[in-house]
T-cell receptor, first 118, second 112 residues
Framework: SAVISQKPSRDICQRGTSLTIQCQVD?????MFWYRQQPGQSLTLIAT?????????ESGFVIDKFPISRPNLTFSTLTVSNMSPEDSSIYLC???????????????FGPGTRLLVL | TQLLEQSPQFLSIQEGENLTVYCNSS?????LQWYRQEPGEGPVLLVT?????EVKKLKRLTFQFGDARKDSSLHITAAQPGDTGLYLC????????????FGKGTKLTVNP
């Protein structure tokens, strides 16, 4: 498994501001992912954070709104820019451990960041 | 677009009852994972199933992967209040992609 921490655990922000969420893993991993989970909903993949290159964004998500950094193999940040109330959500990072378990795609999730935008 | 349909969406039962949650798709997945998420926390991996027809047991939980690797089920025997949570299935696409497709989840409440 993997130990993943996220900061902050929760925040209340004003409309128009930006928030940067940090994700730290206890060991080096190749793949890191950022998800959004809106109230009462399932998880939606925002982007894959690639070490040493730009993140790969899913349809409906753009770099200007959700810039991502991945400076090394144990750390990533997601920024939610120019926030609006519609951005209120839980933001989760996850890591993939497929390389250590033959044929098994296994993702482990951080505890999430609860964001409320007023 | 690959979709995973989970049913039921909500389930409220009494302690001691049995239940089954279903996860269905028209797409084939190389593997399928089940997670449980409690309020205020991230999803916690319960199991990964890889082989068509595979059955895995985790105490009172039994997971099955369909023969065609398009569907899966989670059966809980003698449910307990501690089983309460959001159960999510997630499929890994074929072709070496590590991206997961999530179902909408089943919110289970086990009443004492």
């Amino acid at each position: 498994s993997a130990v993943i921490s996220q900061k902050p655990s929760r925040d209340i922000c004003q409309r128009g501001t930006s928030l940067t969420i940090q994700c730290q893993v206890d060991s080096q991993v190749t793949m890191m992912f950022w998800y959004r989970q809106q109230p009462g909903q399932s998880l939606t993949l925002i982007a894959t954070a690639n070490q040493g290159s730009e993140a790969t964004y899913e349809s409906g998500f753009v770099i200007d709104k959700f810039p991502i950094s991945r400076p090394n193999l144990t750390f990533s940040t997601l920024t939610v820019s120019n926030m609006s109330p519609e951005d209120s959500s839980i933001y989760l990072c996850s890591v993939d451990r497929a390389g250590t378990m033959t044929l098994e795609e296994t993702q482990y999730f951080g505890p999430g960041t609860r964001l409320l935008v007023l | 677009t690959q979709l995973l349909e989970q049913s039921p969406q909500f389930l409220s039962i009494q302690e001691g009852e049995n239940l089954t949650v279903y996860c269905n798709s028209s797409s084939v997945f190389s593997s399928l994972q089940w997670y449980r998420q409690e309020p205020g926390e991230g999803p916690v991996l319960l199991v990964t199933v890889v082989t068509g027809g595979e059955v895995k047991k985790l105490k009172r939980l039994t997971f099955q992967f369909g023969d065609a690797r398009k569907d899966s089920s989670l059966h809980i025997t003698a449910a307990q209040p501690g089983d309460t949570g959001l159960y999510l299935c997630a499929g890994a696409t074929q072709g070496g992609s590590e991206k997961l497709v999530f179902g909408k989840g089943t919110k289970l409440t086990v009443n004492p």
